[in-house]
C-alpha cells in the first residue's frame, strides 16, 4: 500500500511534492522495521535530499529526515554515521527551536543512545 500510494502521488504530484516526501518517509519507516534497512536507508537518502531543496537544510521537518535517516544508521550498526547525524539535528534543534523543545529533547536523547551503542559495541570487541 505504502509503494502504491508513493508511485502515485510521484506521478501526480511529482518526485519532489511535500506530500510525495511523506510518501516516501512512510515507505522508508515501514522498510526499517521490516529490517529491510538498505532499502530503507535509500528512501530515507531520498527523502532527506528532497527535504532540503525543498524546505531547506534547517526547516524542522528537514531535521527529522535526518534524524530518520540516522536511525535507520543506527540499526545497521553504522554508528559513527549516525552519531554525526544525530548531532548536527541536535545543535540544529538547540540553535532554531530551543534547547527545550520536544524535537531538541528527543535529539539528545537519540544522541545518547547511539553513543551508548557504539560504547557497547567498542566494550564487546575487547
Do not use: F, W
Not at 532527506?48 to 531547506?56: K, M, P
Request: charged share 25%; aromatic share 2%; hydrophobic share 25%.
Amino acid at each position: 500500500m505504502n509503494r502504491r500510494t508513493l508511485e502515485g502521488h510521484e506521478k501526480i504530484l511529482g518526485p519532489d511534492h511535500p506530500t510525495t516526501l511523506t510518501s516516501l518517509n512512510n515507505l522508508a519507516l515501514v522498510l526499517k522495521s521490516q529490517g529491510k534497512y538498505d532499502e530503507s536507508e535509500a528512501m530515507h537518502r531520498r527523502e532527506l535530499e528532497g527535504c532540503e531543496n525543498i524546505l531547506g537544510p534547517d526547516h524542522p521537518d528537514t531535521l527529522i529526515s535526518v534524524s530518520n535517516l540516522a536511525s535507520v544508521l543506527q540499526s545497521q550498526g553504522k554508528y559513527k554515521e549516525s552519531e554525526t547525524l544525530h548531532q548536527h539535528t541536535l545543535e540544529q534543534c538547540k540553535k532554531i527551536l530551543g534547547p527545550d523543545h520536544p524535537n531538541t529533547q528527543l535529539s539528545a536523547n537519540n544522541l545518547a543512545t547511539v553513543r551508548r551503542l557504539q560504547r557497547d559495541s567498542d566494550d564487546s570487541e575487547t
